[in-house]
Nanobody, 122 residues
Framework: QVQLVESGGGLVQPGGSLSLSCAAS????????MGWYRQAPGKQREVVAT???????YYTDSVKGRFTISRDNAKGTVYLQMSSLKPEDTAVYSC????????????????WGQGTQVTVSS
């Protein structure tokens, strides 16, 4: 069984910074894509940023230049550094990972963290 445990989040003033981390635990062969998603009240979940196993990144337009995603493959951890935060960044942030459980598997399985609240407000 694979678990993703998130940490970070909380309340921050507009213009402030916050960091999130998400660590994978359990038994698995490898972790491929990892990413952060968010869901604001009354809205659909949206992708914030993703990073491949070789470090290729993607950012949704609204966070480009403000957020940085990174990962530590040895630790099975993905990070999201958020700066210049805006009230519209307020949401529950969840991490996602595509995990290969065994070297004999031909497909990855998707796992989600429990979500962490980020609130940007003065």
């Amino acid at each position: 069984q694979v678990q993703l445990v998130e940490s970070g989040g909380g309340l921050v003033q507009p213009g402030g910074s916050l960091s999130l981390s998400c660590a994978a635990s359990g038994t698995f062969f490898s972790i491929n894509g990892m990413g952060w998603y968010r869901q604001a009240p009354g809205k659909q979940r949206e992708v914030v940023a993703t990073v491949s196993s070789v470090g290729t990144t993607y950012y949704t337009d609204s966070v480009k230049g403000r957020f940085t995603i990174s990962r530590d493959n040895a630790k099975g951890t993905v990070y999201l550094q958020m700066s210049s935060l805006k009230p519209e960044d307020t949401a529950v942030y969840s991490c996602n990972a595509w995990v290969r459980l065994s070297s004999r598997d031909f497909r990855d399985n998707s796992y989600w963290g429990q979500g962490t609240q980020v609130t940007v407000s003065s």
